[in-house]
C-alpha cells in the first residue's frame, strides 16, 4: 500500500502566531499529493516539514480570503523551478478567476509546468480521473467557498486462500481480472468467488464556514474530516459574527456525518493552548485529533 498521511504545514487561521503558520494540508495518498488551502509561507513549510514540493499533483482553493490563498503563486513558482513533469490540477471557485491569475501571474517567470485549471462553478461531481474523484460543495462563508470530498475507486482485491484452493496462479489472475471468468482442470471459476471489492477511502475538507447542511452532506462517511475550528464555544458569539464554527460544533458535524476521524484545525490567533479545542469536541466525538504545524495524521 502507498503511503497514505496528512501532513499540517499550518494550522492558524487569518493570523499567523509564533508557532502556527497559516493553514496549509498535504495528503500523501496513492502516489498523489493533494495540497489544501496553501496559505501564506506554503513553501517555507515543506522545508520545515522535511517534504518535497514535487510531491505536489492538486492544489484546492477553497476560497480567496488570503489565509487560503497566498501560498498559491510561490507554490506554483516552485514547482516551475525544480521542473515537475506531471500536470498541476487547480481547484477553485469560478467566481475568484481573477484572483486565480493574480496570484498565479504575479510575478514574472518562465512557465514551464503543465497547470490544469478547475474553476467550480456549481456543486457535484467535479472531476475523476483513474485515482480518485471529487465532488464540491458550496458552504456558508459570506463568499463563494468550497468545501471538498476526495474518494478513491473501489479496488478489486483477490482472496490468496482461495486462489491457492483453485489452483489459479500467475498469468491465470490477470487472465480472470479481464475476462472475469475462468476454467481450471475443467472447472470454470467466476471471479467474485475469488475475490471481493474494497471500499475506496474518502476525505472530507470543510474550511472556513458556518455550522451547515452541505457541510454536513460532503462529510458523510468520510475515513477522516479535516475541518474549520476557529473558536471554543465560549466565543461562540464570534463564530456566528465571522461565520466559522466551534470546537463543539465541528465535534457535532462529525457525529451527524458519522465520519470516521475528525481533525480540528483554522484556530484564532487567540489561543495558546490548543488541548483545550480537543477536549471540547471529544465530548461530542470523542475519536477528535488537533492538528498542530508538521503534525501528522494517517489514514
Not at 151 to 179: M, P, Q, R, Y
Not at 184 to 211: F, H, L, M, N, P
Request: charged content about 30%.
Amino acid at each position: 500500500m502507498s503511503l497514505r498521511d496528512i501532513v499540517i504545514l499550518g494550522c492558524s487561521s487569518q493570523q499567523p502566531t509564533r508557532k502556527r503558520n497559516h493553514g496549509a494540508y498535504l495528503f500523501r495518498w496513492n502516489e498523489q499529493g493533494l495540497l489544501f488551502d496553501p496559505g501564506e509561507g506554503t513553501q517555507r513549510q515543506f522545508i520545515f516539514a522535511e517534504v518535497a514540493p514535487t510531491v505536489v499533483s492538486h492544489i484546492f482553493v477553497s476560497h480567496f480570503h488570503g489565509d487560503h490563498c497566498l501560498g498559491l503563486g510561490s507554490m506554483l513558482m516552485r514547482l516551475n523551478l525544480d521542473k515537475v513533469k506531471h500536470p498541476i490540477h487547480c481547484f477553485y471557485p469560478a467566481s475568484g478567476k481573477k484572483n486565480f491569475d493574480a496570484l498565479r501571474y504575479g510575478c514574472i517567470y518562465h512557465e514551464n509546468i503543465h497547470v490544469v485549471e478547475h474553476p467550480v462553478k456549481e456543486p457535484g461531481f467535479v472531476y475523476k480521473d483513474d485515482k480518485f474523484l471529487v465532488e464540491a460543495t458550496f458552504l456558508e462563508h459570506g463568499i463563494d467557498n468550497i468545501g471538498w470530498r476526495v474518494t478513491e475507486h473501489d479496488k478489486l482485491k483477490f482472496d490468496k486462500a482461495k486462489l491457492h484452493e483453485k489452483k489459479i496462479k500467475g498469468l491465470d489472475v490477470k487472465k480472470l481480472e479481464h475476462d472475469k471468468k475462468i476454467t481450471i482442470d475443467g472447472q470454470e471459476i467466476y471471479i467474485d468467488e475469488v475475490s471481493w471489492i474494497e471500499k475506496g477511502k474518502s476525505i472530507a475538507v470543510v474550511i472556513d464556514t458556518r455550522y451547515c447542511e452541505n457541510a454536513i452532506q460532503i462529510a458523510k462517511g468520510a475515513n477522516v474530516l479535516l475541518t474549520e475550528s476557529t473558536y471554543l464555544d465560549s466565543h461562540k458569539e464570534l463564530a456566528r459574527k465571522y461565520l466559522h464554527m466551534t470546537a463543539k460544533e465541528a465535534a457535532t458535524l462529525a457525529k451527524k456525518a458519522e465520519v470516521k476521524k475528525l481533525i480540528l484545525t483554522h484556530f484564532s490567533a487567540r489561543y495558546r493552548d490548543l488541548s483545550l479545542f480537543e477536549e471540547e469536541a471529544k465530548e461530542i466525538f470523542p475519536n477528535t485529533f488537533v492538528a498542530d504545524d508538521f503534525k501528522r495524521f494517517t489514514f
